[in-house]
Structures are given as C-alpha cells and as structure tokens.
C-alpha cells in the first residue's frame, strides 16, 4: 500500500508542474466562426422581404438580396418583372467558366421572340454604376485594394469607394448579381441578370450596375455545366437550366419563406472575425498573412434562432 501511495505522489509532482505551465500559457486565440457563433442576437440583421428574390429552379432555392440603395431604379423594374412573372418558365441561358452564369430571356433580341415585359416596365434606365457617399455608412477594410483607394462595406455589400470623388460603387465579388447590358452604359433595363460564379473579375467594377447578391444557394448555380466556348451561351437550347420562378420573397406567403439573417458588418463581431482571418493563428498556418481581400471577406449568413 505504501509503495503505491508513493508511486501516486511522484505522478502528481511529475504532473503538476505541467499543469502549472498550462495554466499560465496564453488562451487559444478563437477561430473566425467561433467569434460568428458567439455573436449576439444584436450582431444580426433579417433579411427583407421586400428586397430579396427567390430563384427557383427544380434543384432549389437560390436567395438573392437585393441592393435598392446603390441601384435604385433597377432594383424597382426588378420587382416589376418580378411580380409580372417575366422569368417564370425563362432559362439561365450562360454559364462561362470560372466567369458568370446568366439568365433572362435568351431569345430577347430576337423580333416576334421576345417576352414581352410586364406593363409597368420601364424600358429605359440611367447606368447606375456608382452612388454618392454622403450619409452612407462605410465600414472602411483597412487592408489596400489593387482595385479602388478604399474598400469596405456599406448597407452589408462588399465596396469600392473614391474618397476623392465621393463615390462609391459595389465590388464584383463571389456571388455579386448585376444587370447585363450592351456597349451603350444606359442599355440595361435589368431583365437579364448575371452571378459571378467565378474568380472575382473586378475589372467590371463602375462598369456595369450591380443590384445585388445571392445570400443563400451559390452552390445551386456553381455546378450547372459550362456552355461552349469563349463566352459560355448555350448553342443547344435544351441544355439551359430552366427556371420555375423568380419572386420576391415579400409575395411569398411567410410559411413559404426562408428565414434568414445575416451578421452586420459593423458589428464588433464581423470585425473581429474578419480580423482572424486576415491574421490566422491556428495550427495549420505556419505564418498568418496580415492581409485580407475584400472578396475573401465571406458575409455570415444563418437561420434565425426559435424564438
């Protein structure tokens, strides 16, 4: 009994002091989605109804969000169309490598083709690439950009912005919905839509207008297969990916919805775990970066707890 008695108290000495050196060693610096779960309810905002799009298509549901406060009047023609039921039974007609797929009406140039818009259409739209700055709420990214003087986010989109100018515009990230037009800048009406699938081509920033951005569903629209080269339109017709519907949520009846929120990018949380990221002290990263892109900068999106 005393032999063991005594081998137990050399294993504690042995012990203890490892435990003493742990004790005092830094804590584990948190990992980016632990900082997003342990954010408070106040960190979230709900998506509107009135300004998201349901596209859906027979594998399900893609959510758009759309951006009404840097692109104003085709955001209104898109509720339009929407509520007219323009894209029902229309097609996503493009899908370019690592580029865009595109939807709308394929056959819209085309005399005695076309469908024909919803009555209340407006079928002639300023080119809204850019917006003012003033009053808006920028959460300035400290990190330089190859692209814009500044980036950050505004009304929860990823930007550019010109402090010089006083303009800002919504970056071409992963994911960024915008309106196809042709040379003319004011040739887009918003009838046919495009989501970059792709390396973010910010080349097409203050180029095109963007309206918005899928939240929920990216992963629906990244696998339909390639259309032929250079530019990915389907020469065949029966290899375009139909779409059932396009929606606003808010005419949606509410059981049919898909609740969601997403994290506010002024929110201490967002802000520390986009710091996380840029400065990775994990296992796996042997030197952190200390730099982020504004596009590598995910934006958390989750399912409303039960209340």
């Not at 980016?32 to 709900?46: F, L, N, T, V, Y």
């Not at 402090?163 to 037009?181: E, L």
């Not at 779409?243 to 802000?271: C, E, G, M, N």
Request: aromatic share 8%.
């Amino acid at each position: 009994m005393r032999l063991a008695l005594l081998a137990l108290a050399l294993a504690a000495a042995v012990i203890a002091p490892a435990v003493a050196q742990d004790a005092g060693a830094p804590p584990k610096p948190r990992t980016a989605q632990e900082i997003i779960d342990a954010a408070p309810a106040s960190a979230w905002r709900d998506l509107d109804p009135a300004n998201t799009l349901y596209l859906e298509l027979a594998s399900g549901r893609v959510i758009i969000e759309l951006a009404p406060g840097f692109a104003p009047e085709h955001v209104a023609n898109i509720k339009t169309m929407a509520r007219g039921g323009f894209w029902d039974g229309l097609t996503i007609y493009r899908s370019q490598d690592n580029f865009v797929v595109q939807f709308g009406d394929a056959e819209g140039e085309e005399a005695g083709k076309a469908k024909p818009y919803p009555a209340d259409t407006k079928t002639h739209l300023p080119a809204e690439f850019t917006r003012s700055d003033a009053g808006v709420r920028f959460d300035r990214l400290p990190d330089v950009d190859g692209w814009a003087p500044q980036v950050g986010f505004a009304d929860g989109f990823p930007v550019g912005r010109d402090p010089q100018t006083g303009r800002m515009w919504m970056a071409h990230c992963y994911g960024v919905v915008g309106a196809g037009r042709n040379n003319a800048p004011d040739s887009s009406i918003g009838a046919e839509l495009y989501a970059v699938i792709g390396q973010a081509p910010r080349s097409l920033d203050h180029q095109l207008t963007v309206v918005g951005r899928v939240v929920q569903g990216m992963e629906l629209l990244s696998v339909i297969p390639r259309g032929p080269a250079p530019m990915g339109f389907y020469t065949d017709p029966a290899l375009r990916t139909p779409i059932l519907s396009i929606k606003l949520a808010s005419d949606v009846p509410a059981a049919q919805r898909t609740p969601l929120q997403l994290l506010r990018t002024d929110s201490q949380a967002f802000i520390d775990a986009t710091e996380a990221r840029r400065n990775r002290k994990d296992d796996f990263y042997t030197q952190p970066p200390g730099h982020i892109d504004l596009c590598g900068v995910p934006l958390p999106v989750r399912t409303p707890p039960a209340r």
